[in-house]
């Protein structure tokens, strides 16, 4: 395997998280033509989508999520530390775009603090 394989891979899962994050917020979140579509029809599958995620944002789930994710990871050793720190990075990225950027940006710090940590001999 080679040896940045897993950077590229990690480089590559970010920016696609991020490219749909901000699609998600500027298109359907704040995307002036869907409040109209959901005061007429509030039962599209759209506006229902919609309106999940801005619960999600107003509790701030994907940022809790995140940030126990990368304490956990923090704790965990070897691969499922290294892990479980890629699954805390891919869920605060969107919880950066989305609004809760208090809580997330210590969950991609953290996250990326343990993935770049050296693995250690025991």
């Not at 409040?35 to 309106?51: H, I, M, N, T």
């Not at 805390?88 to 609004?99: D, F, K, Q, S």
């Amino acid at each position: 395997m080679p040896r940045y394989l897993p950077l590229t891979a990690l480089l590559i899962a970010a920016a696609m998280c991020l490219a749909v994050s901000f699609a998600l917020r500027y298109q359907l979140m704040e995307g002036a033509q869907w409040v109209a579509v959901c005061a007429d029809d509030p039962q599209q599958l759209a506006c229902r989508v919609r309106a999940s995620l801005g619960w999600l944002i107003h509790m701030r789930v994907l940022a809790w999520v995140a940030l126990a994710c990368a304490l956990l990871a923090f704790v965990l050793p070897g691969t499922w530390g290294k892990c479980l720190a890629v699954v805390a990075l891919l869920v605060g990225l969107p919880a950066l775009v989305l609004y809760s950027a208090s809580l997330a940006v210590f969950a991609v710090v953290l996250a990326l603090l343990r993935w770049v940590r050296a693995p250690q001999n025991a």
